[in-house]
């Protein structure tokens, strides 16, 4: 799934690109969901977009799944392909099996403002480049993840550097907003890195000895429990249930999803694989599935491996006012961090390209925005 035509807003000659990886997002009701038959009334059972983001309910905001096949890469840490043919600077259209997006000579996303919501990005394979308007910068990838609170305003470009010149650049990741309570939409901006190995992962096998995996990126699993995230992300409140985690389920394993809280919201994507059997539903690949019980729900994969993610958590349940890369409340908060963005630029852009990137050494690090270094190691 990619992230398409992201929403272009001018504000004066400095504005660059806004959406960045809000792109071609709607509102939930303008997604289409279109019902599935389901003989089993614990669950609702819905389409994915073929394209585009997915849907997603309260806290969640947005979710869009990328998975690039990159060629190998040239010297400029670019595709080692031709790029004609190729809208550039608006490049969506999965030509040859990946994407530019925004980026014209590395794909990504070059700088562009949020506020008022955090981003979650879950890197499977592939490394990106983060940099932002104050002073901090990281390479990552490969199992780990970042989450971001954008809080008051912050601007940030996500590149994907192609460091492999002799063979295929694959890259495959998950991007999340979560929302945040008013009362934390004005915070300072903070980020934290989740290593791949400080991220649990749990295997569990069933009665055929079939491995389920799951890795605990956020909440907790059996005794697992995931990485502290930001301070002031509604994940942080002990009443927000909030979860995610990514699912491998062997060919025909079976794997149980324990029981939540009443008045927790979570769904679950088949990401991949030839579908799955829940409870009495066949659910295919390529579907959403809200869990409505309360209660211990059994998945069982079909023949071909597949991969879950999970989405959950209690409702903040306030008035949500978006445009582009704006999460706020109210319209006139929108209005506002539009003009606060031409007075500040959310702390200035203190890169010389709009989209920078590390080098050509594969060392993941993080720069953070307090100036400490912070590593794999560490």
């Not at 582009?324 to 109210?330: I, S």
């Not at 539009?338 to 080098?359: A, C, I, L, S």
Request: charged residues 20%; proline residues 8%.
């Amino acid at each position: 799934m990619k992230r398409r035509k992201a929403l272009a807003v001018l504000i004066g000659s400095s504005m660059a690109i806004l959406t960045g990886l809000f792109a071609r997002s709607k509102p939930q009701s303008n997604l289409p969901n279109h019902k599935m038959k389901s003989n089993d009334m614990k669950i609702n059972v819905s389409e994915l977009p073929k394209s585009g983001p997915w849907p997603t309910s309260d806290p969640f905001l947005f979710c869009v799944h990328h998975n690039d096949q990159y060629p190998s890469a040239n010297e400029n840490m670019g595709p080692n392909a031709s790029l004609r043919g190729r809208n550039l600077g608006q490049d969506f259209d999965n030509k040859d099996g990946w994407n530019m997006y925004h980026g014209l000579e590395i794909p990504g996303f070059p700088q562009h403002p949020h506020r008022g919501f955090e981003t979650l990005t879950v890197v499977k394979q592939g490394l990106i480049d983060h940099s932002d308007s104050l002073g901090a910068r990281a390479r990552y990838g490969d199992g780990d993840a970042q989450w971001l609170t954008a809080g008051d305003g912050i601007v940030h470009a996500e590149m994907f550097p192609l460091l492999n010149q002799t063979d295929d650049n694959p890259m495959d990741f998950f991007q999340i907003w979560i929302n945040l309570p008013a009362k934390h939409k004005r915070v300072n901006p903070h980020f934290s890195m989740f290593w791949a190995n400080t991220i649990p992962k749990v295997a569990t096998r069933d009665e055929k000895d079939l491995e389920t995996e799951v890795t605990v990126v956020a909440g907790t699993y059996t005794a697992a429990k995931a990485p502290a995230p930001p301070p002031n992300s509604w994940a942080a409140d002990s009443k927000s249930d909030l979860a995610v985690w990514v699912i491998k389920m062997a060919g025909g394993a079976k794997w149980t999803l324990p029981a939540v809280e009443a008045g927790t919201e979570r769904a679950v994507y088949v990401v991949s694989g030839d579908g799955v059997r829940v409870s009495e539903t066949i659910v295919p690949n390529h579907s959403r599935i809200q869990v409505l019980g309360g209660e211990d729900l059994e998945f069982e994969s079909m023949e071909a491996d597949t991969e879950l993610l999970l989405l959950q958590g209690k409702p903040i349940a306030e008035p949500v006012a978006r445009y582009g890369p704006f999460v706020m409340n109210t319209q006139t908060e929108i209005q506002e961090a539009f003009n606060d963005y031409r007075r500040t630029q959310f702390g200035g852009w203190k890169w010389p390209e709009n989209g920078p990137v590390h080098g050509r050494d594969p060392k993941r690090f993080a720069l953070l925005i307090d100036g400490s270094l912070d590593t794999p190691s560490s």
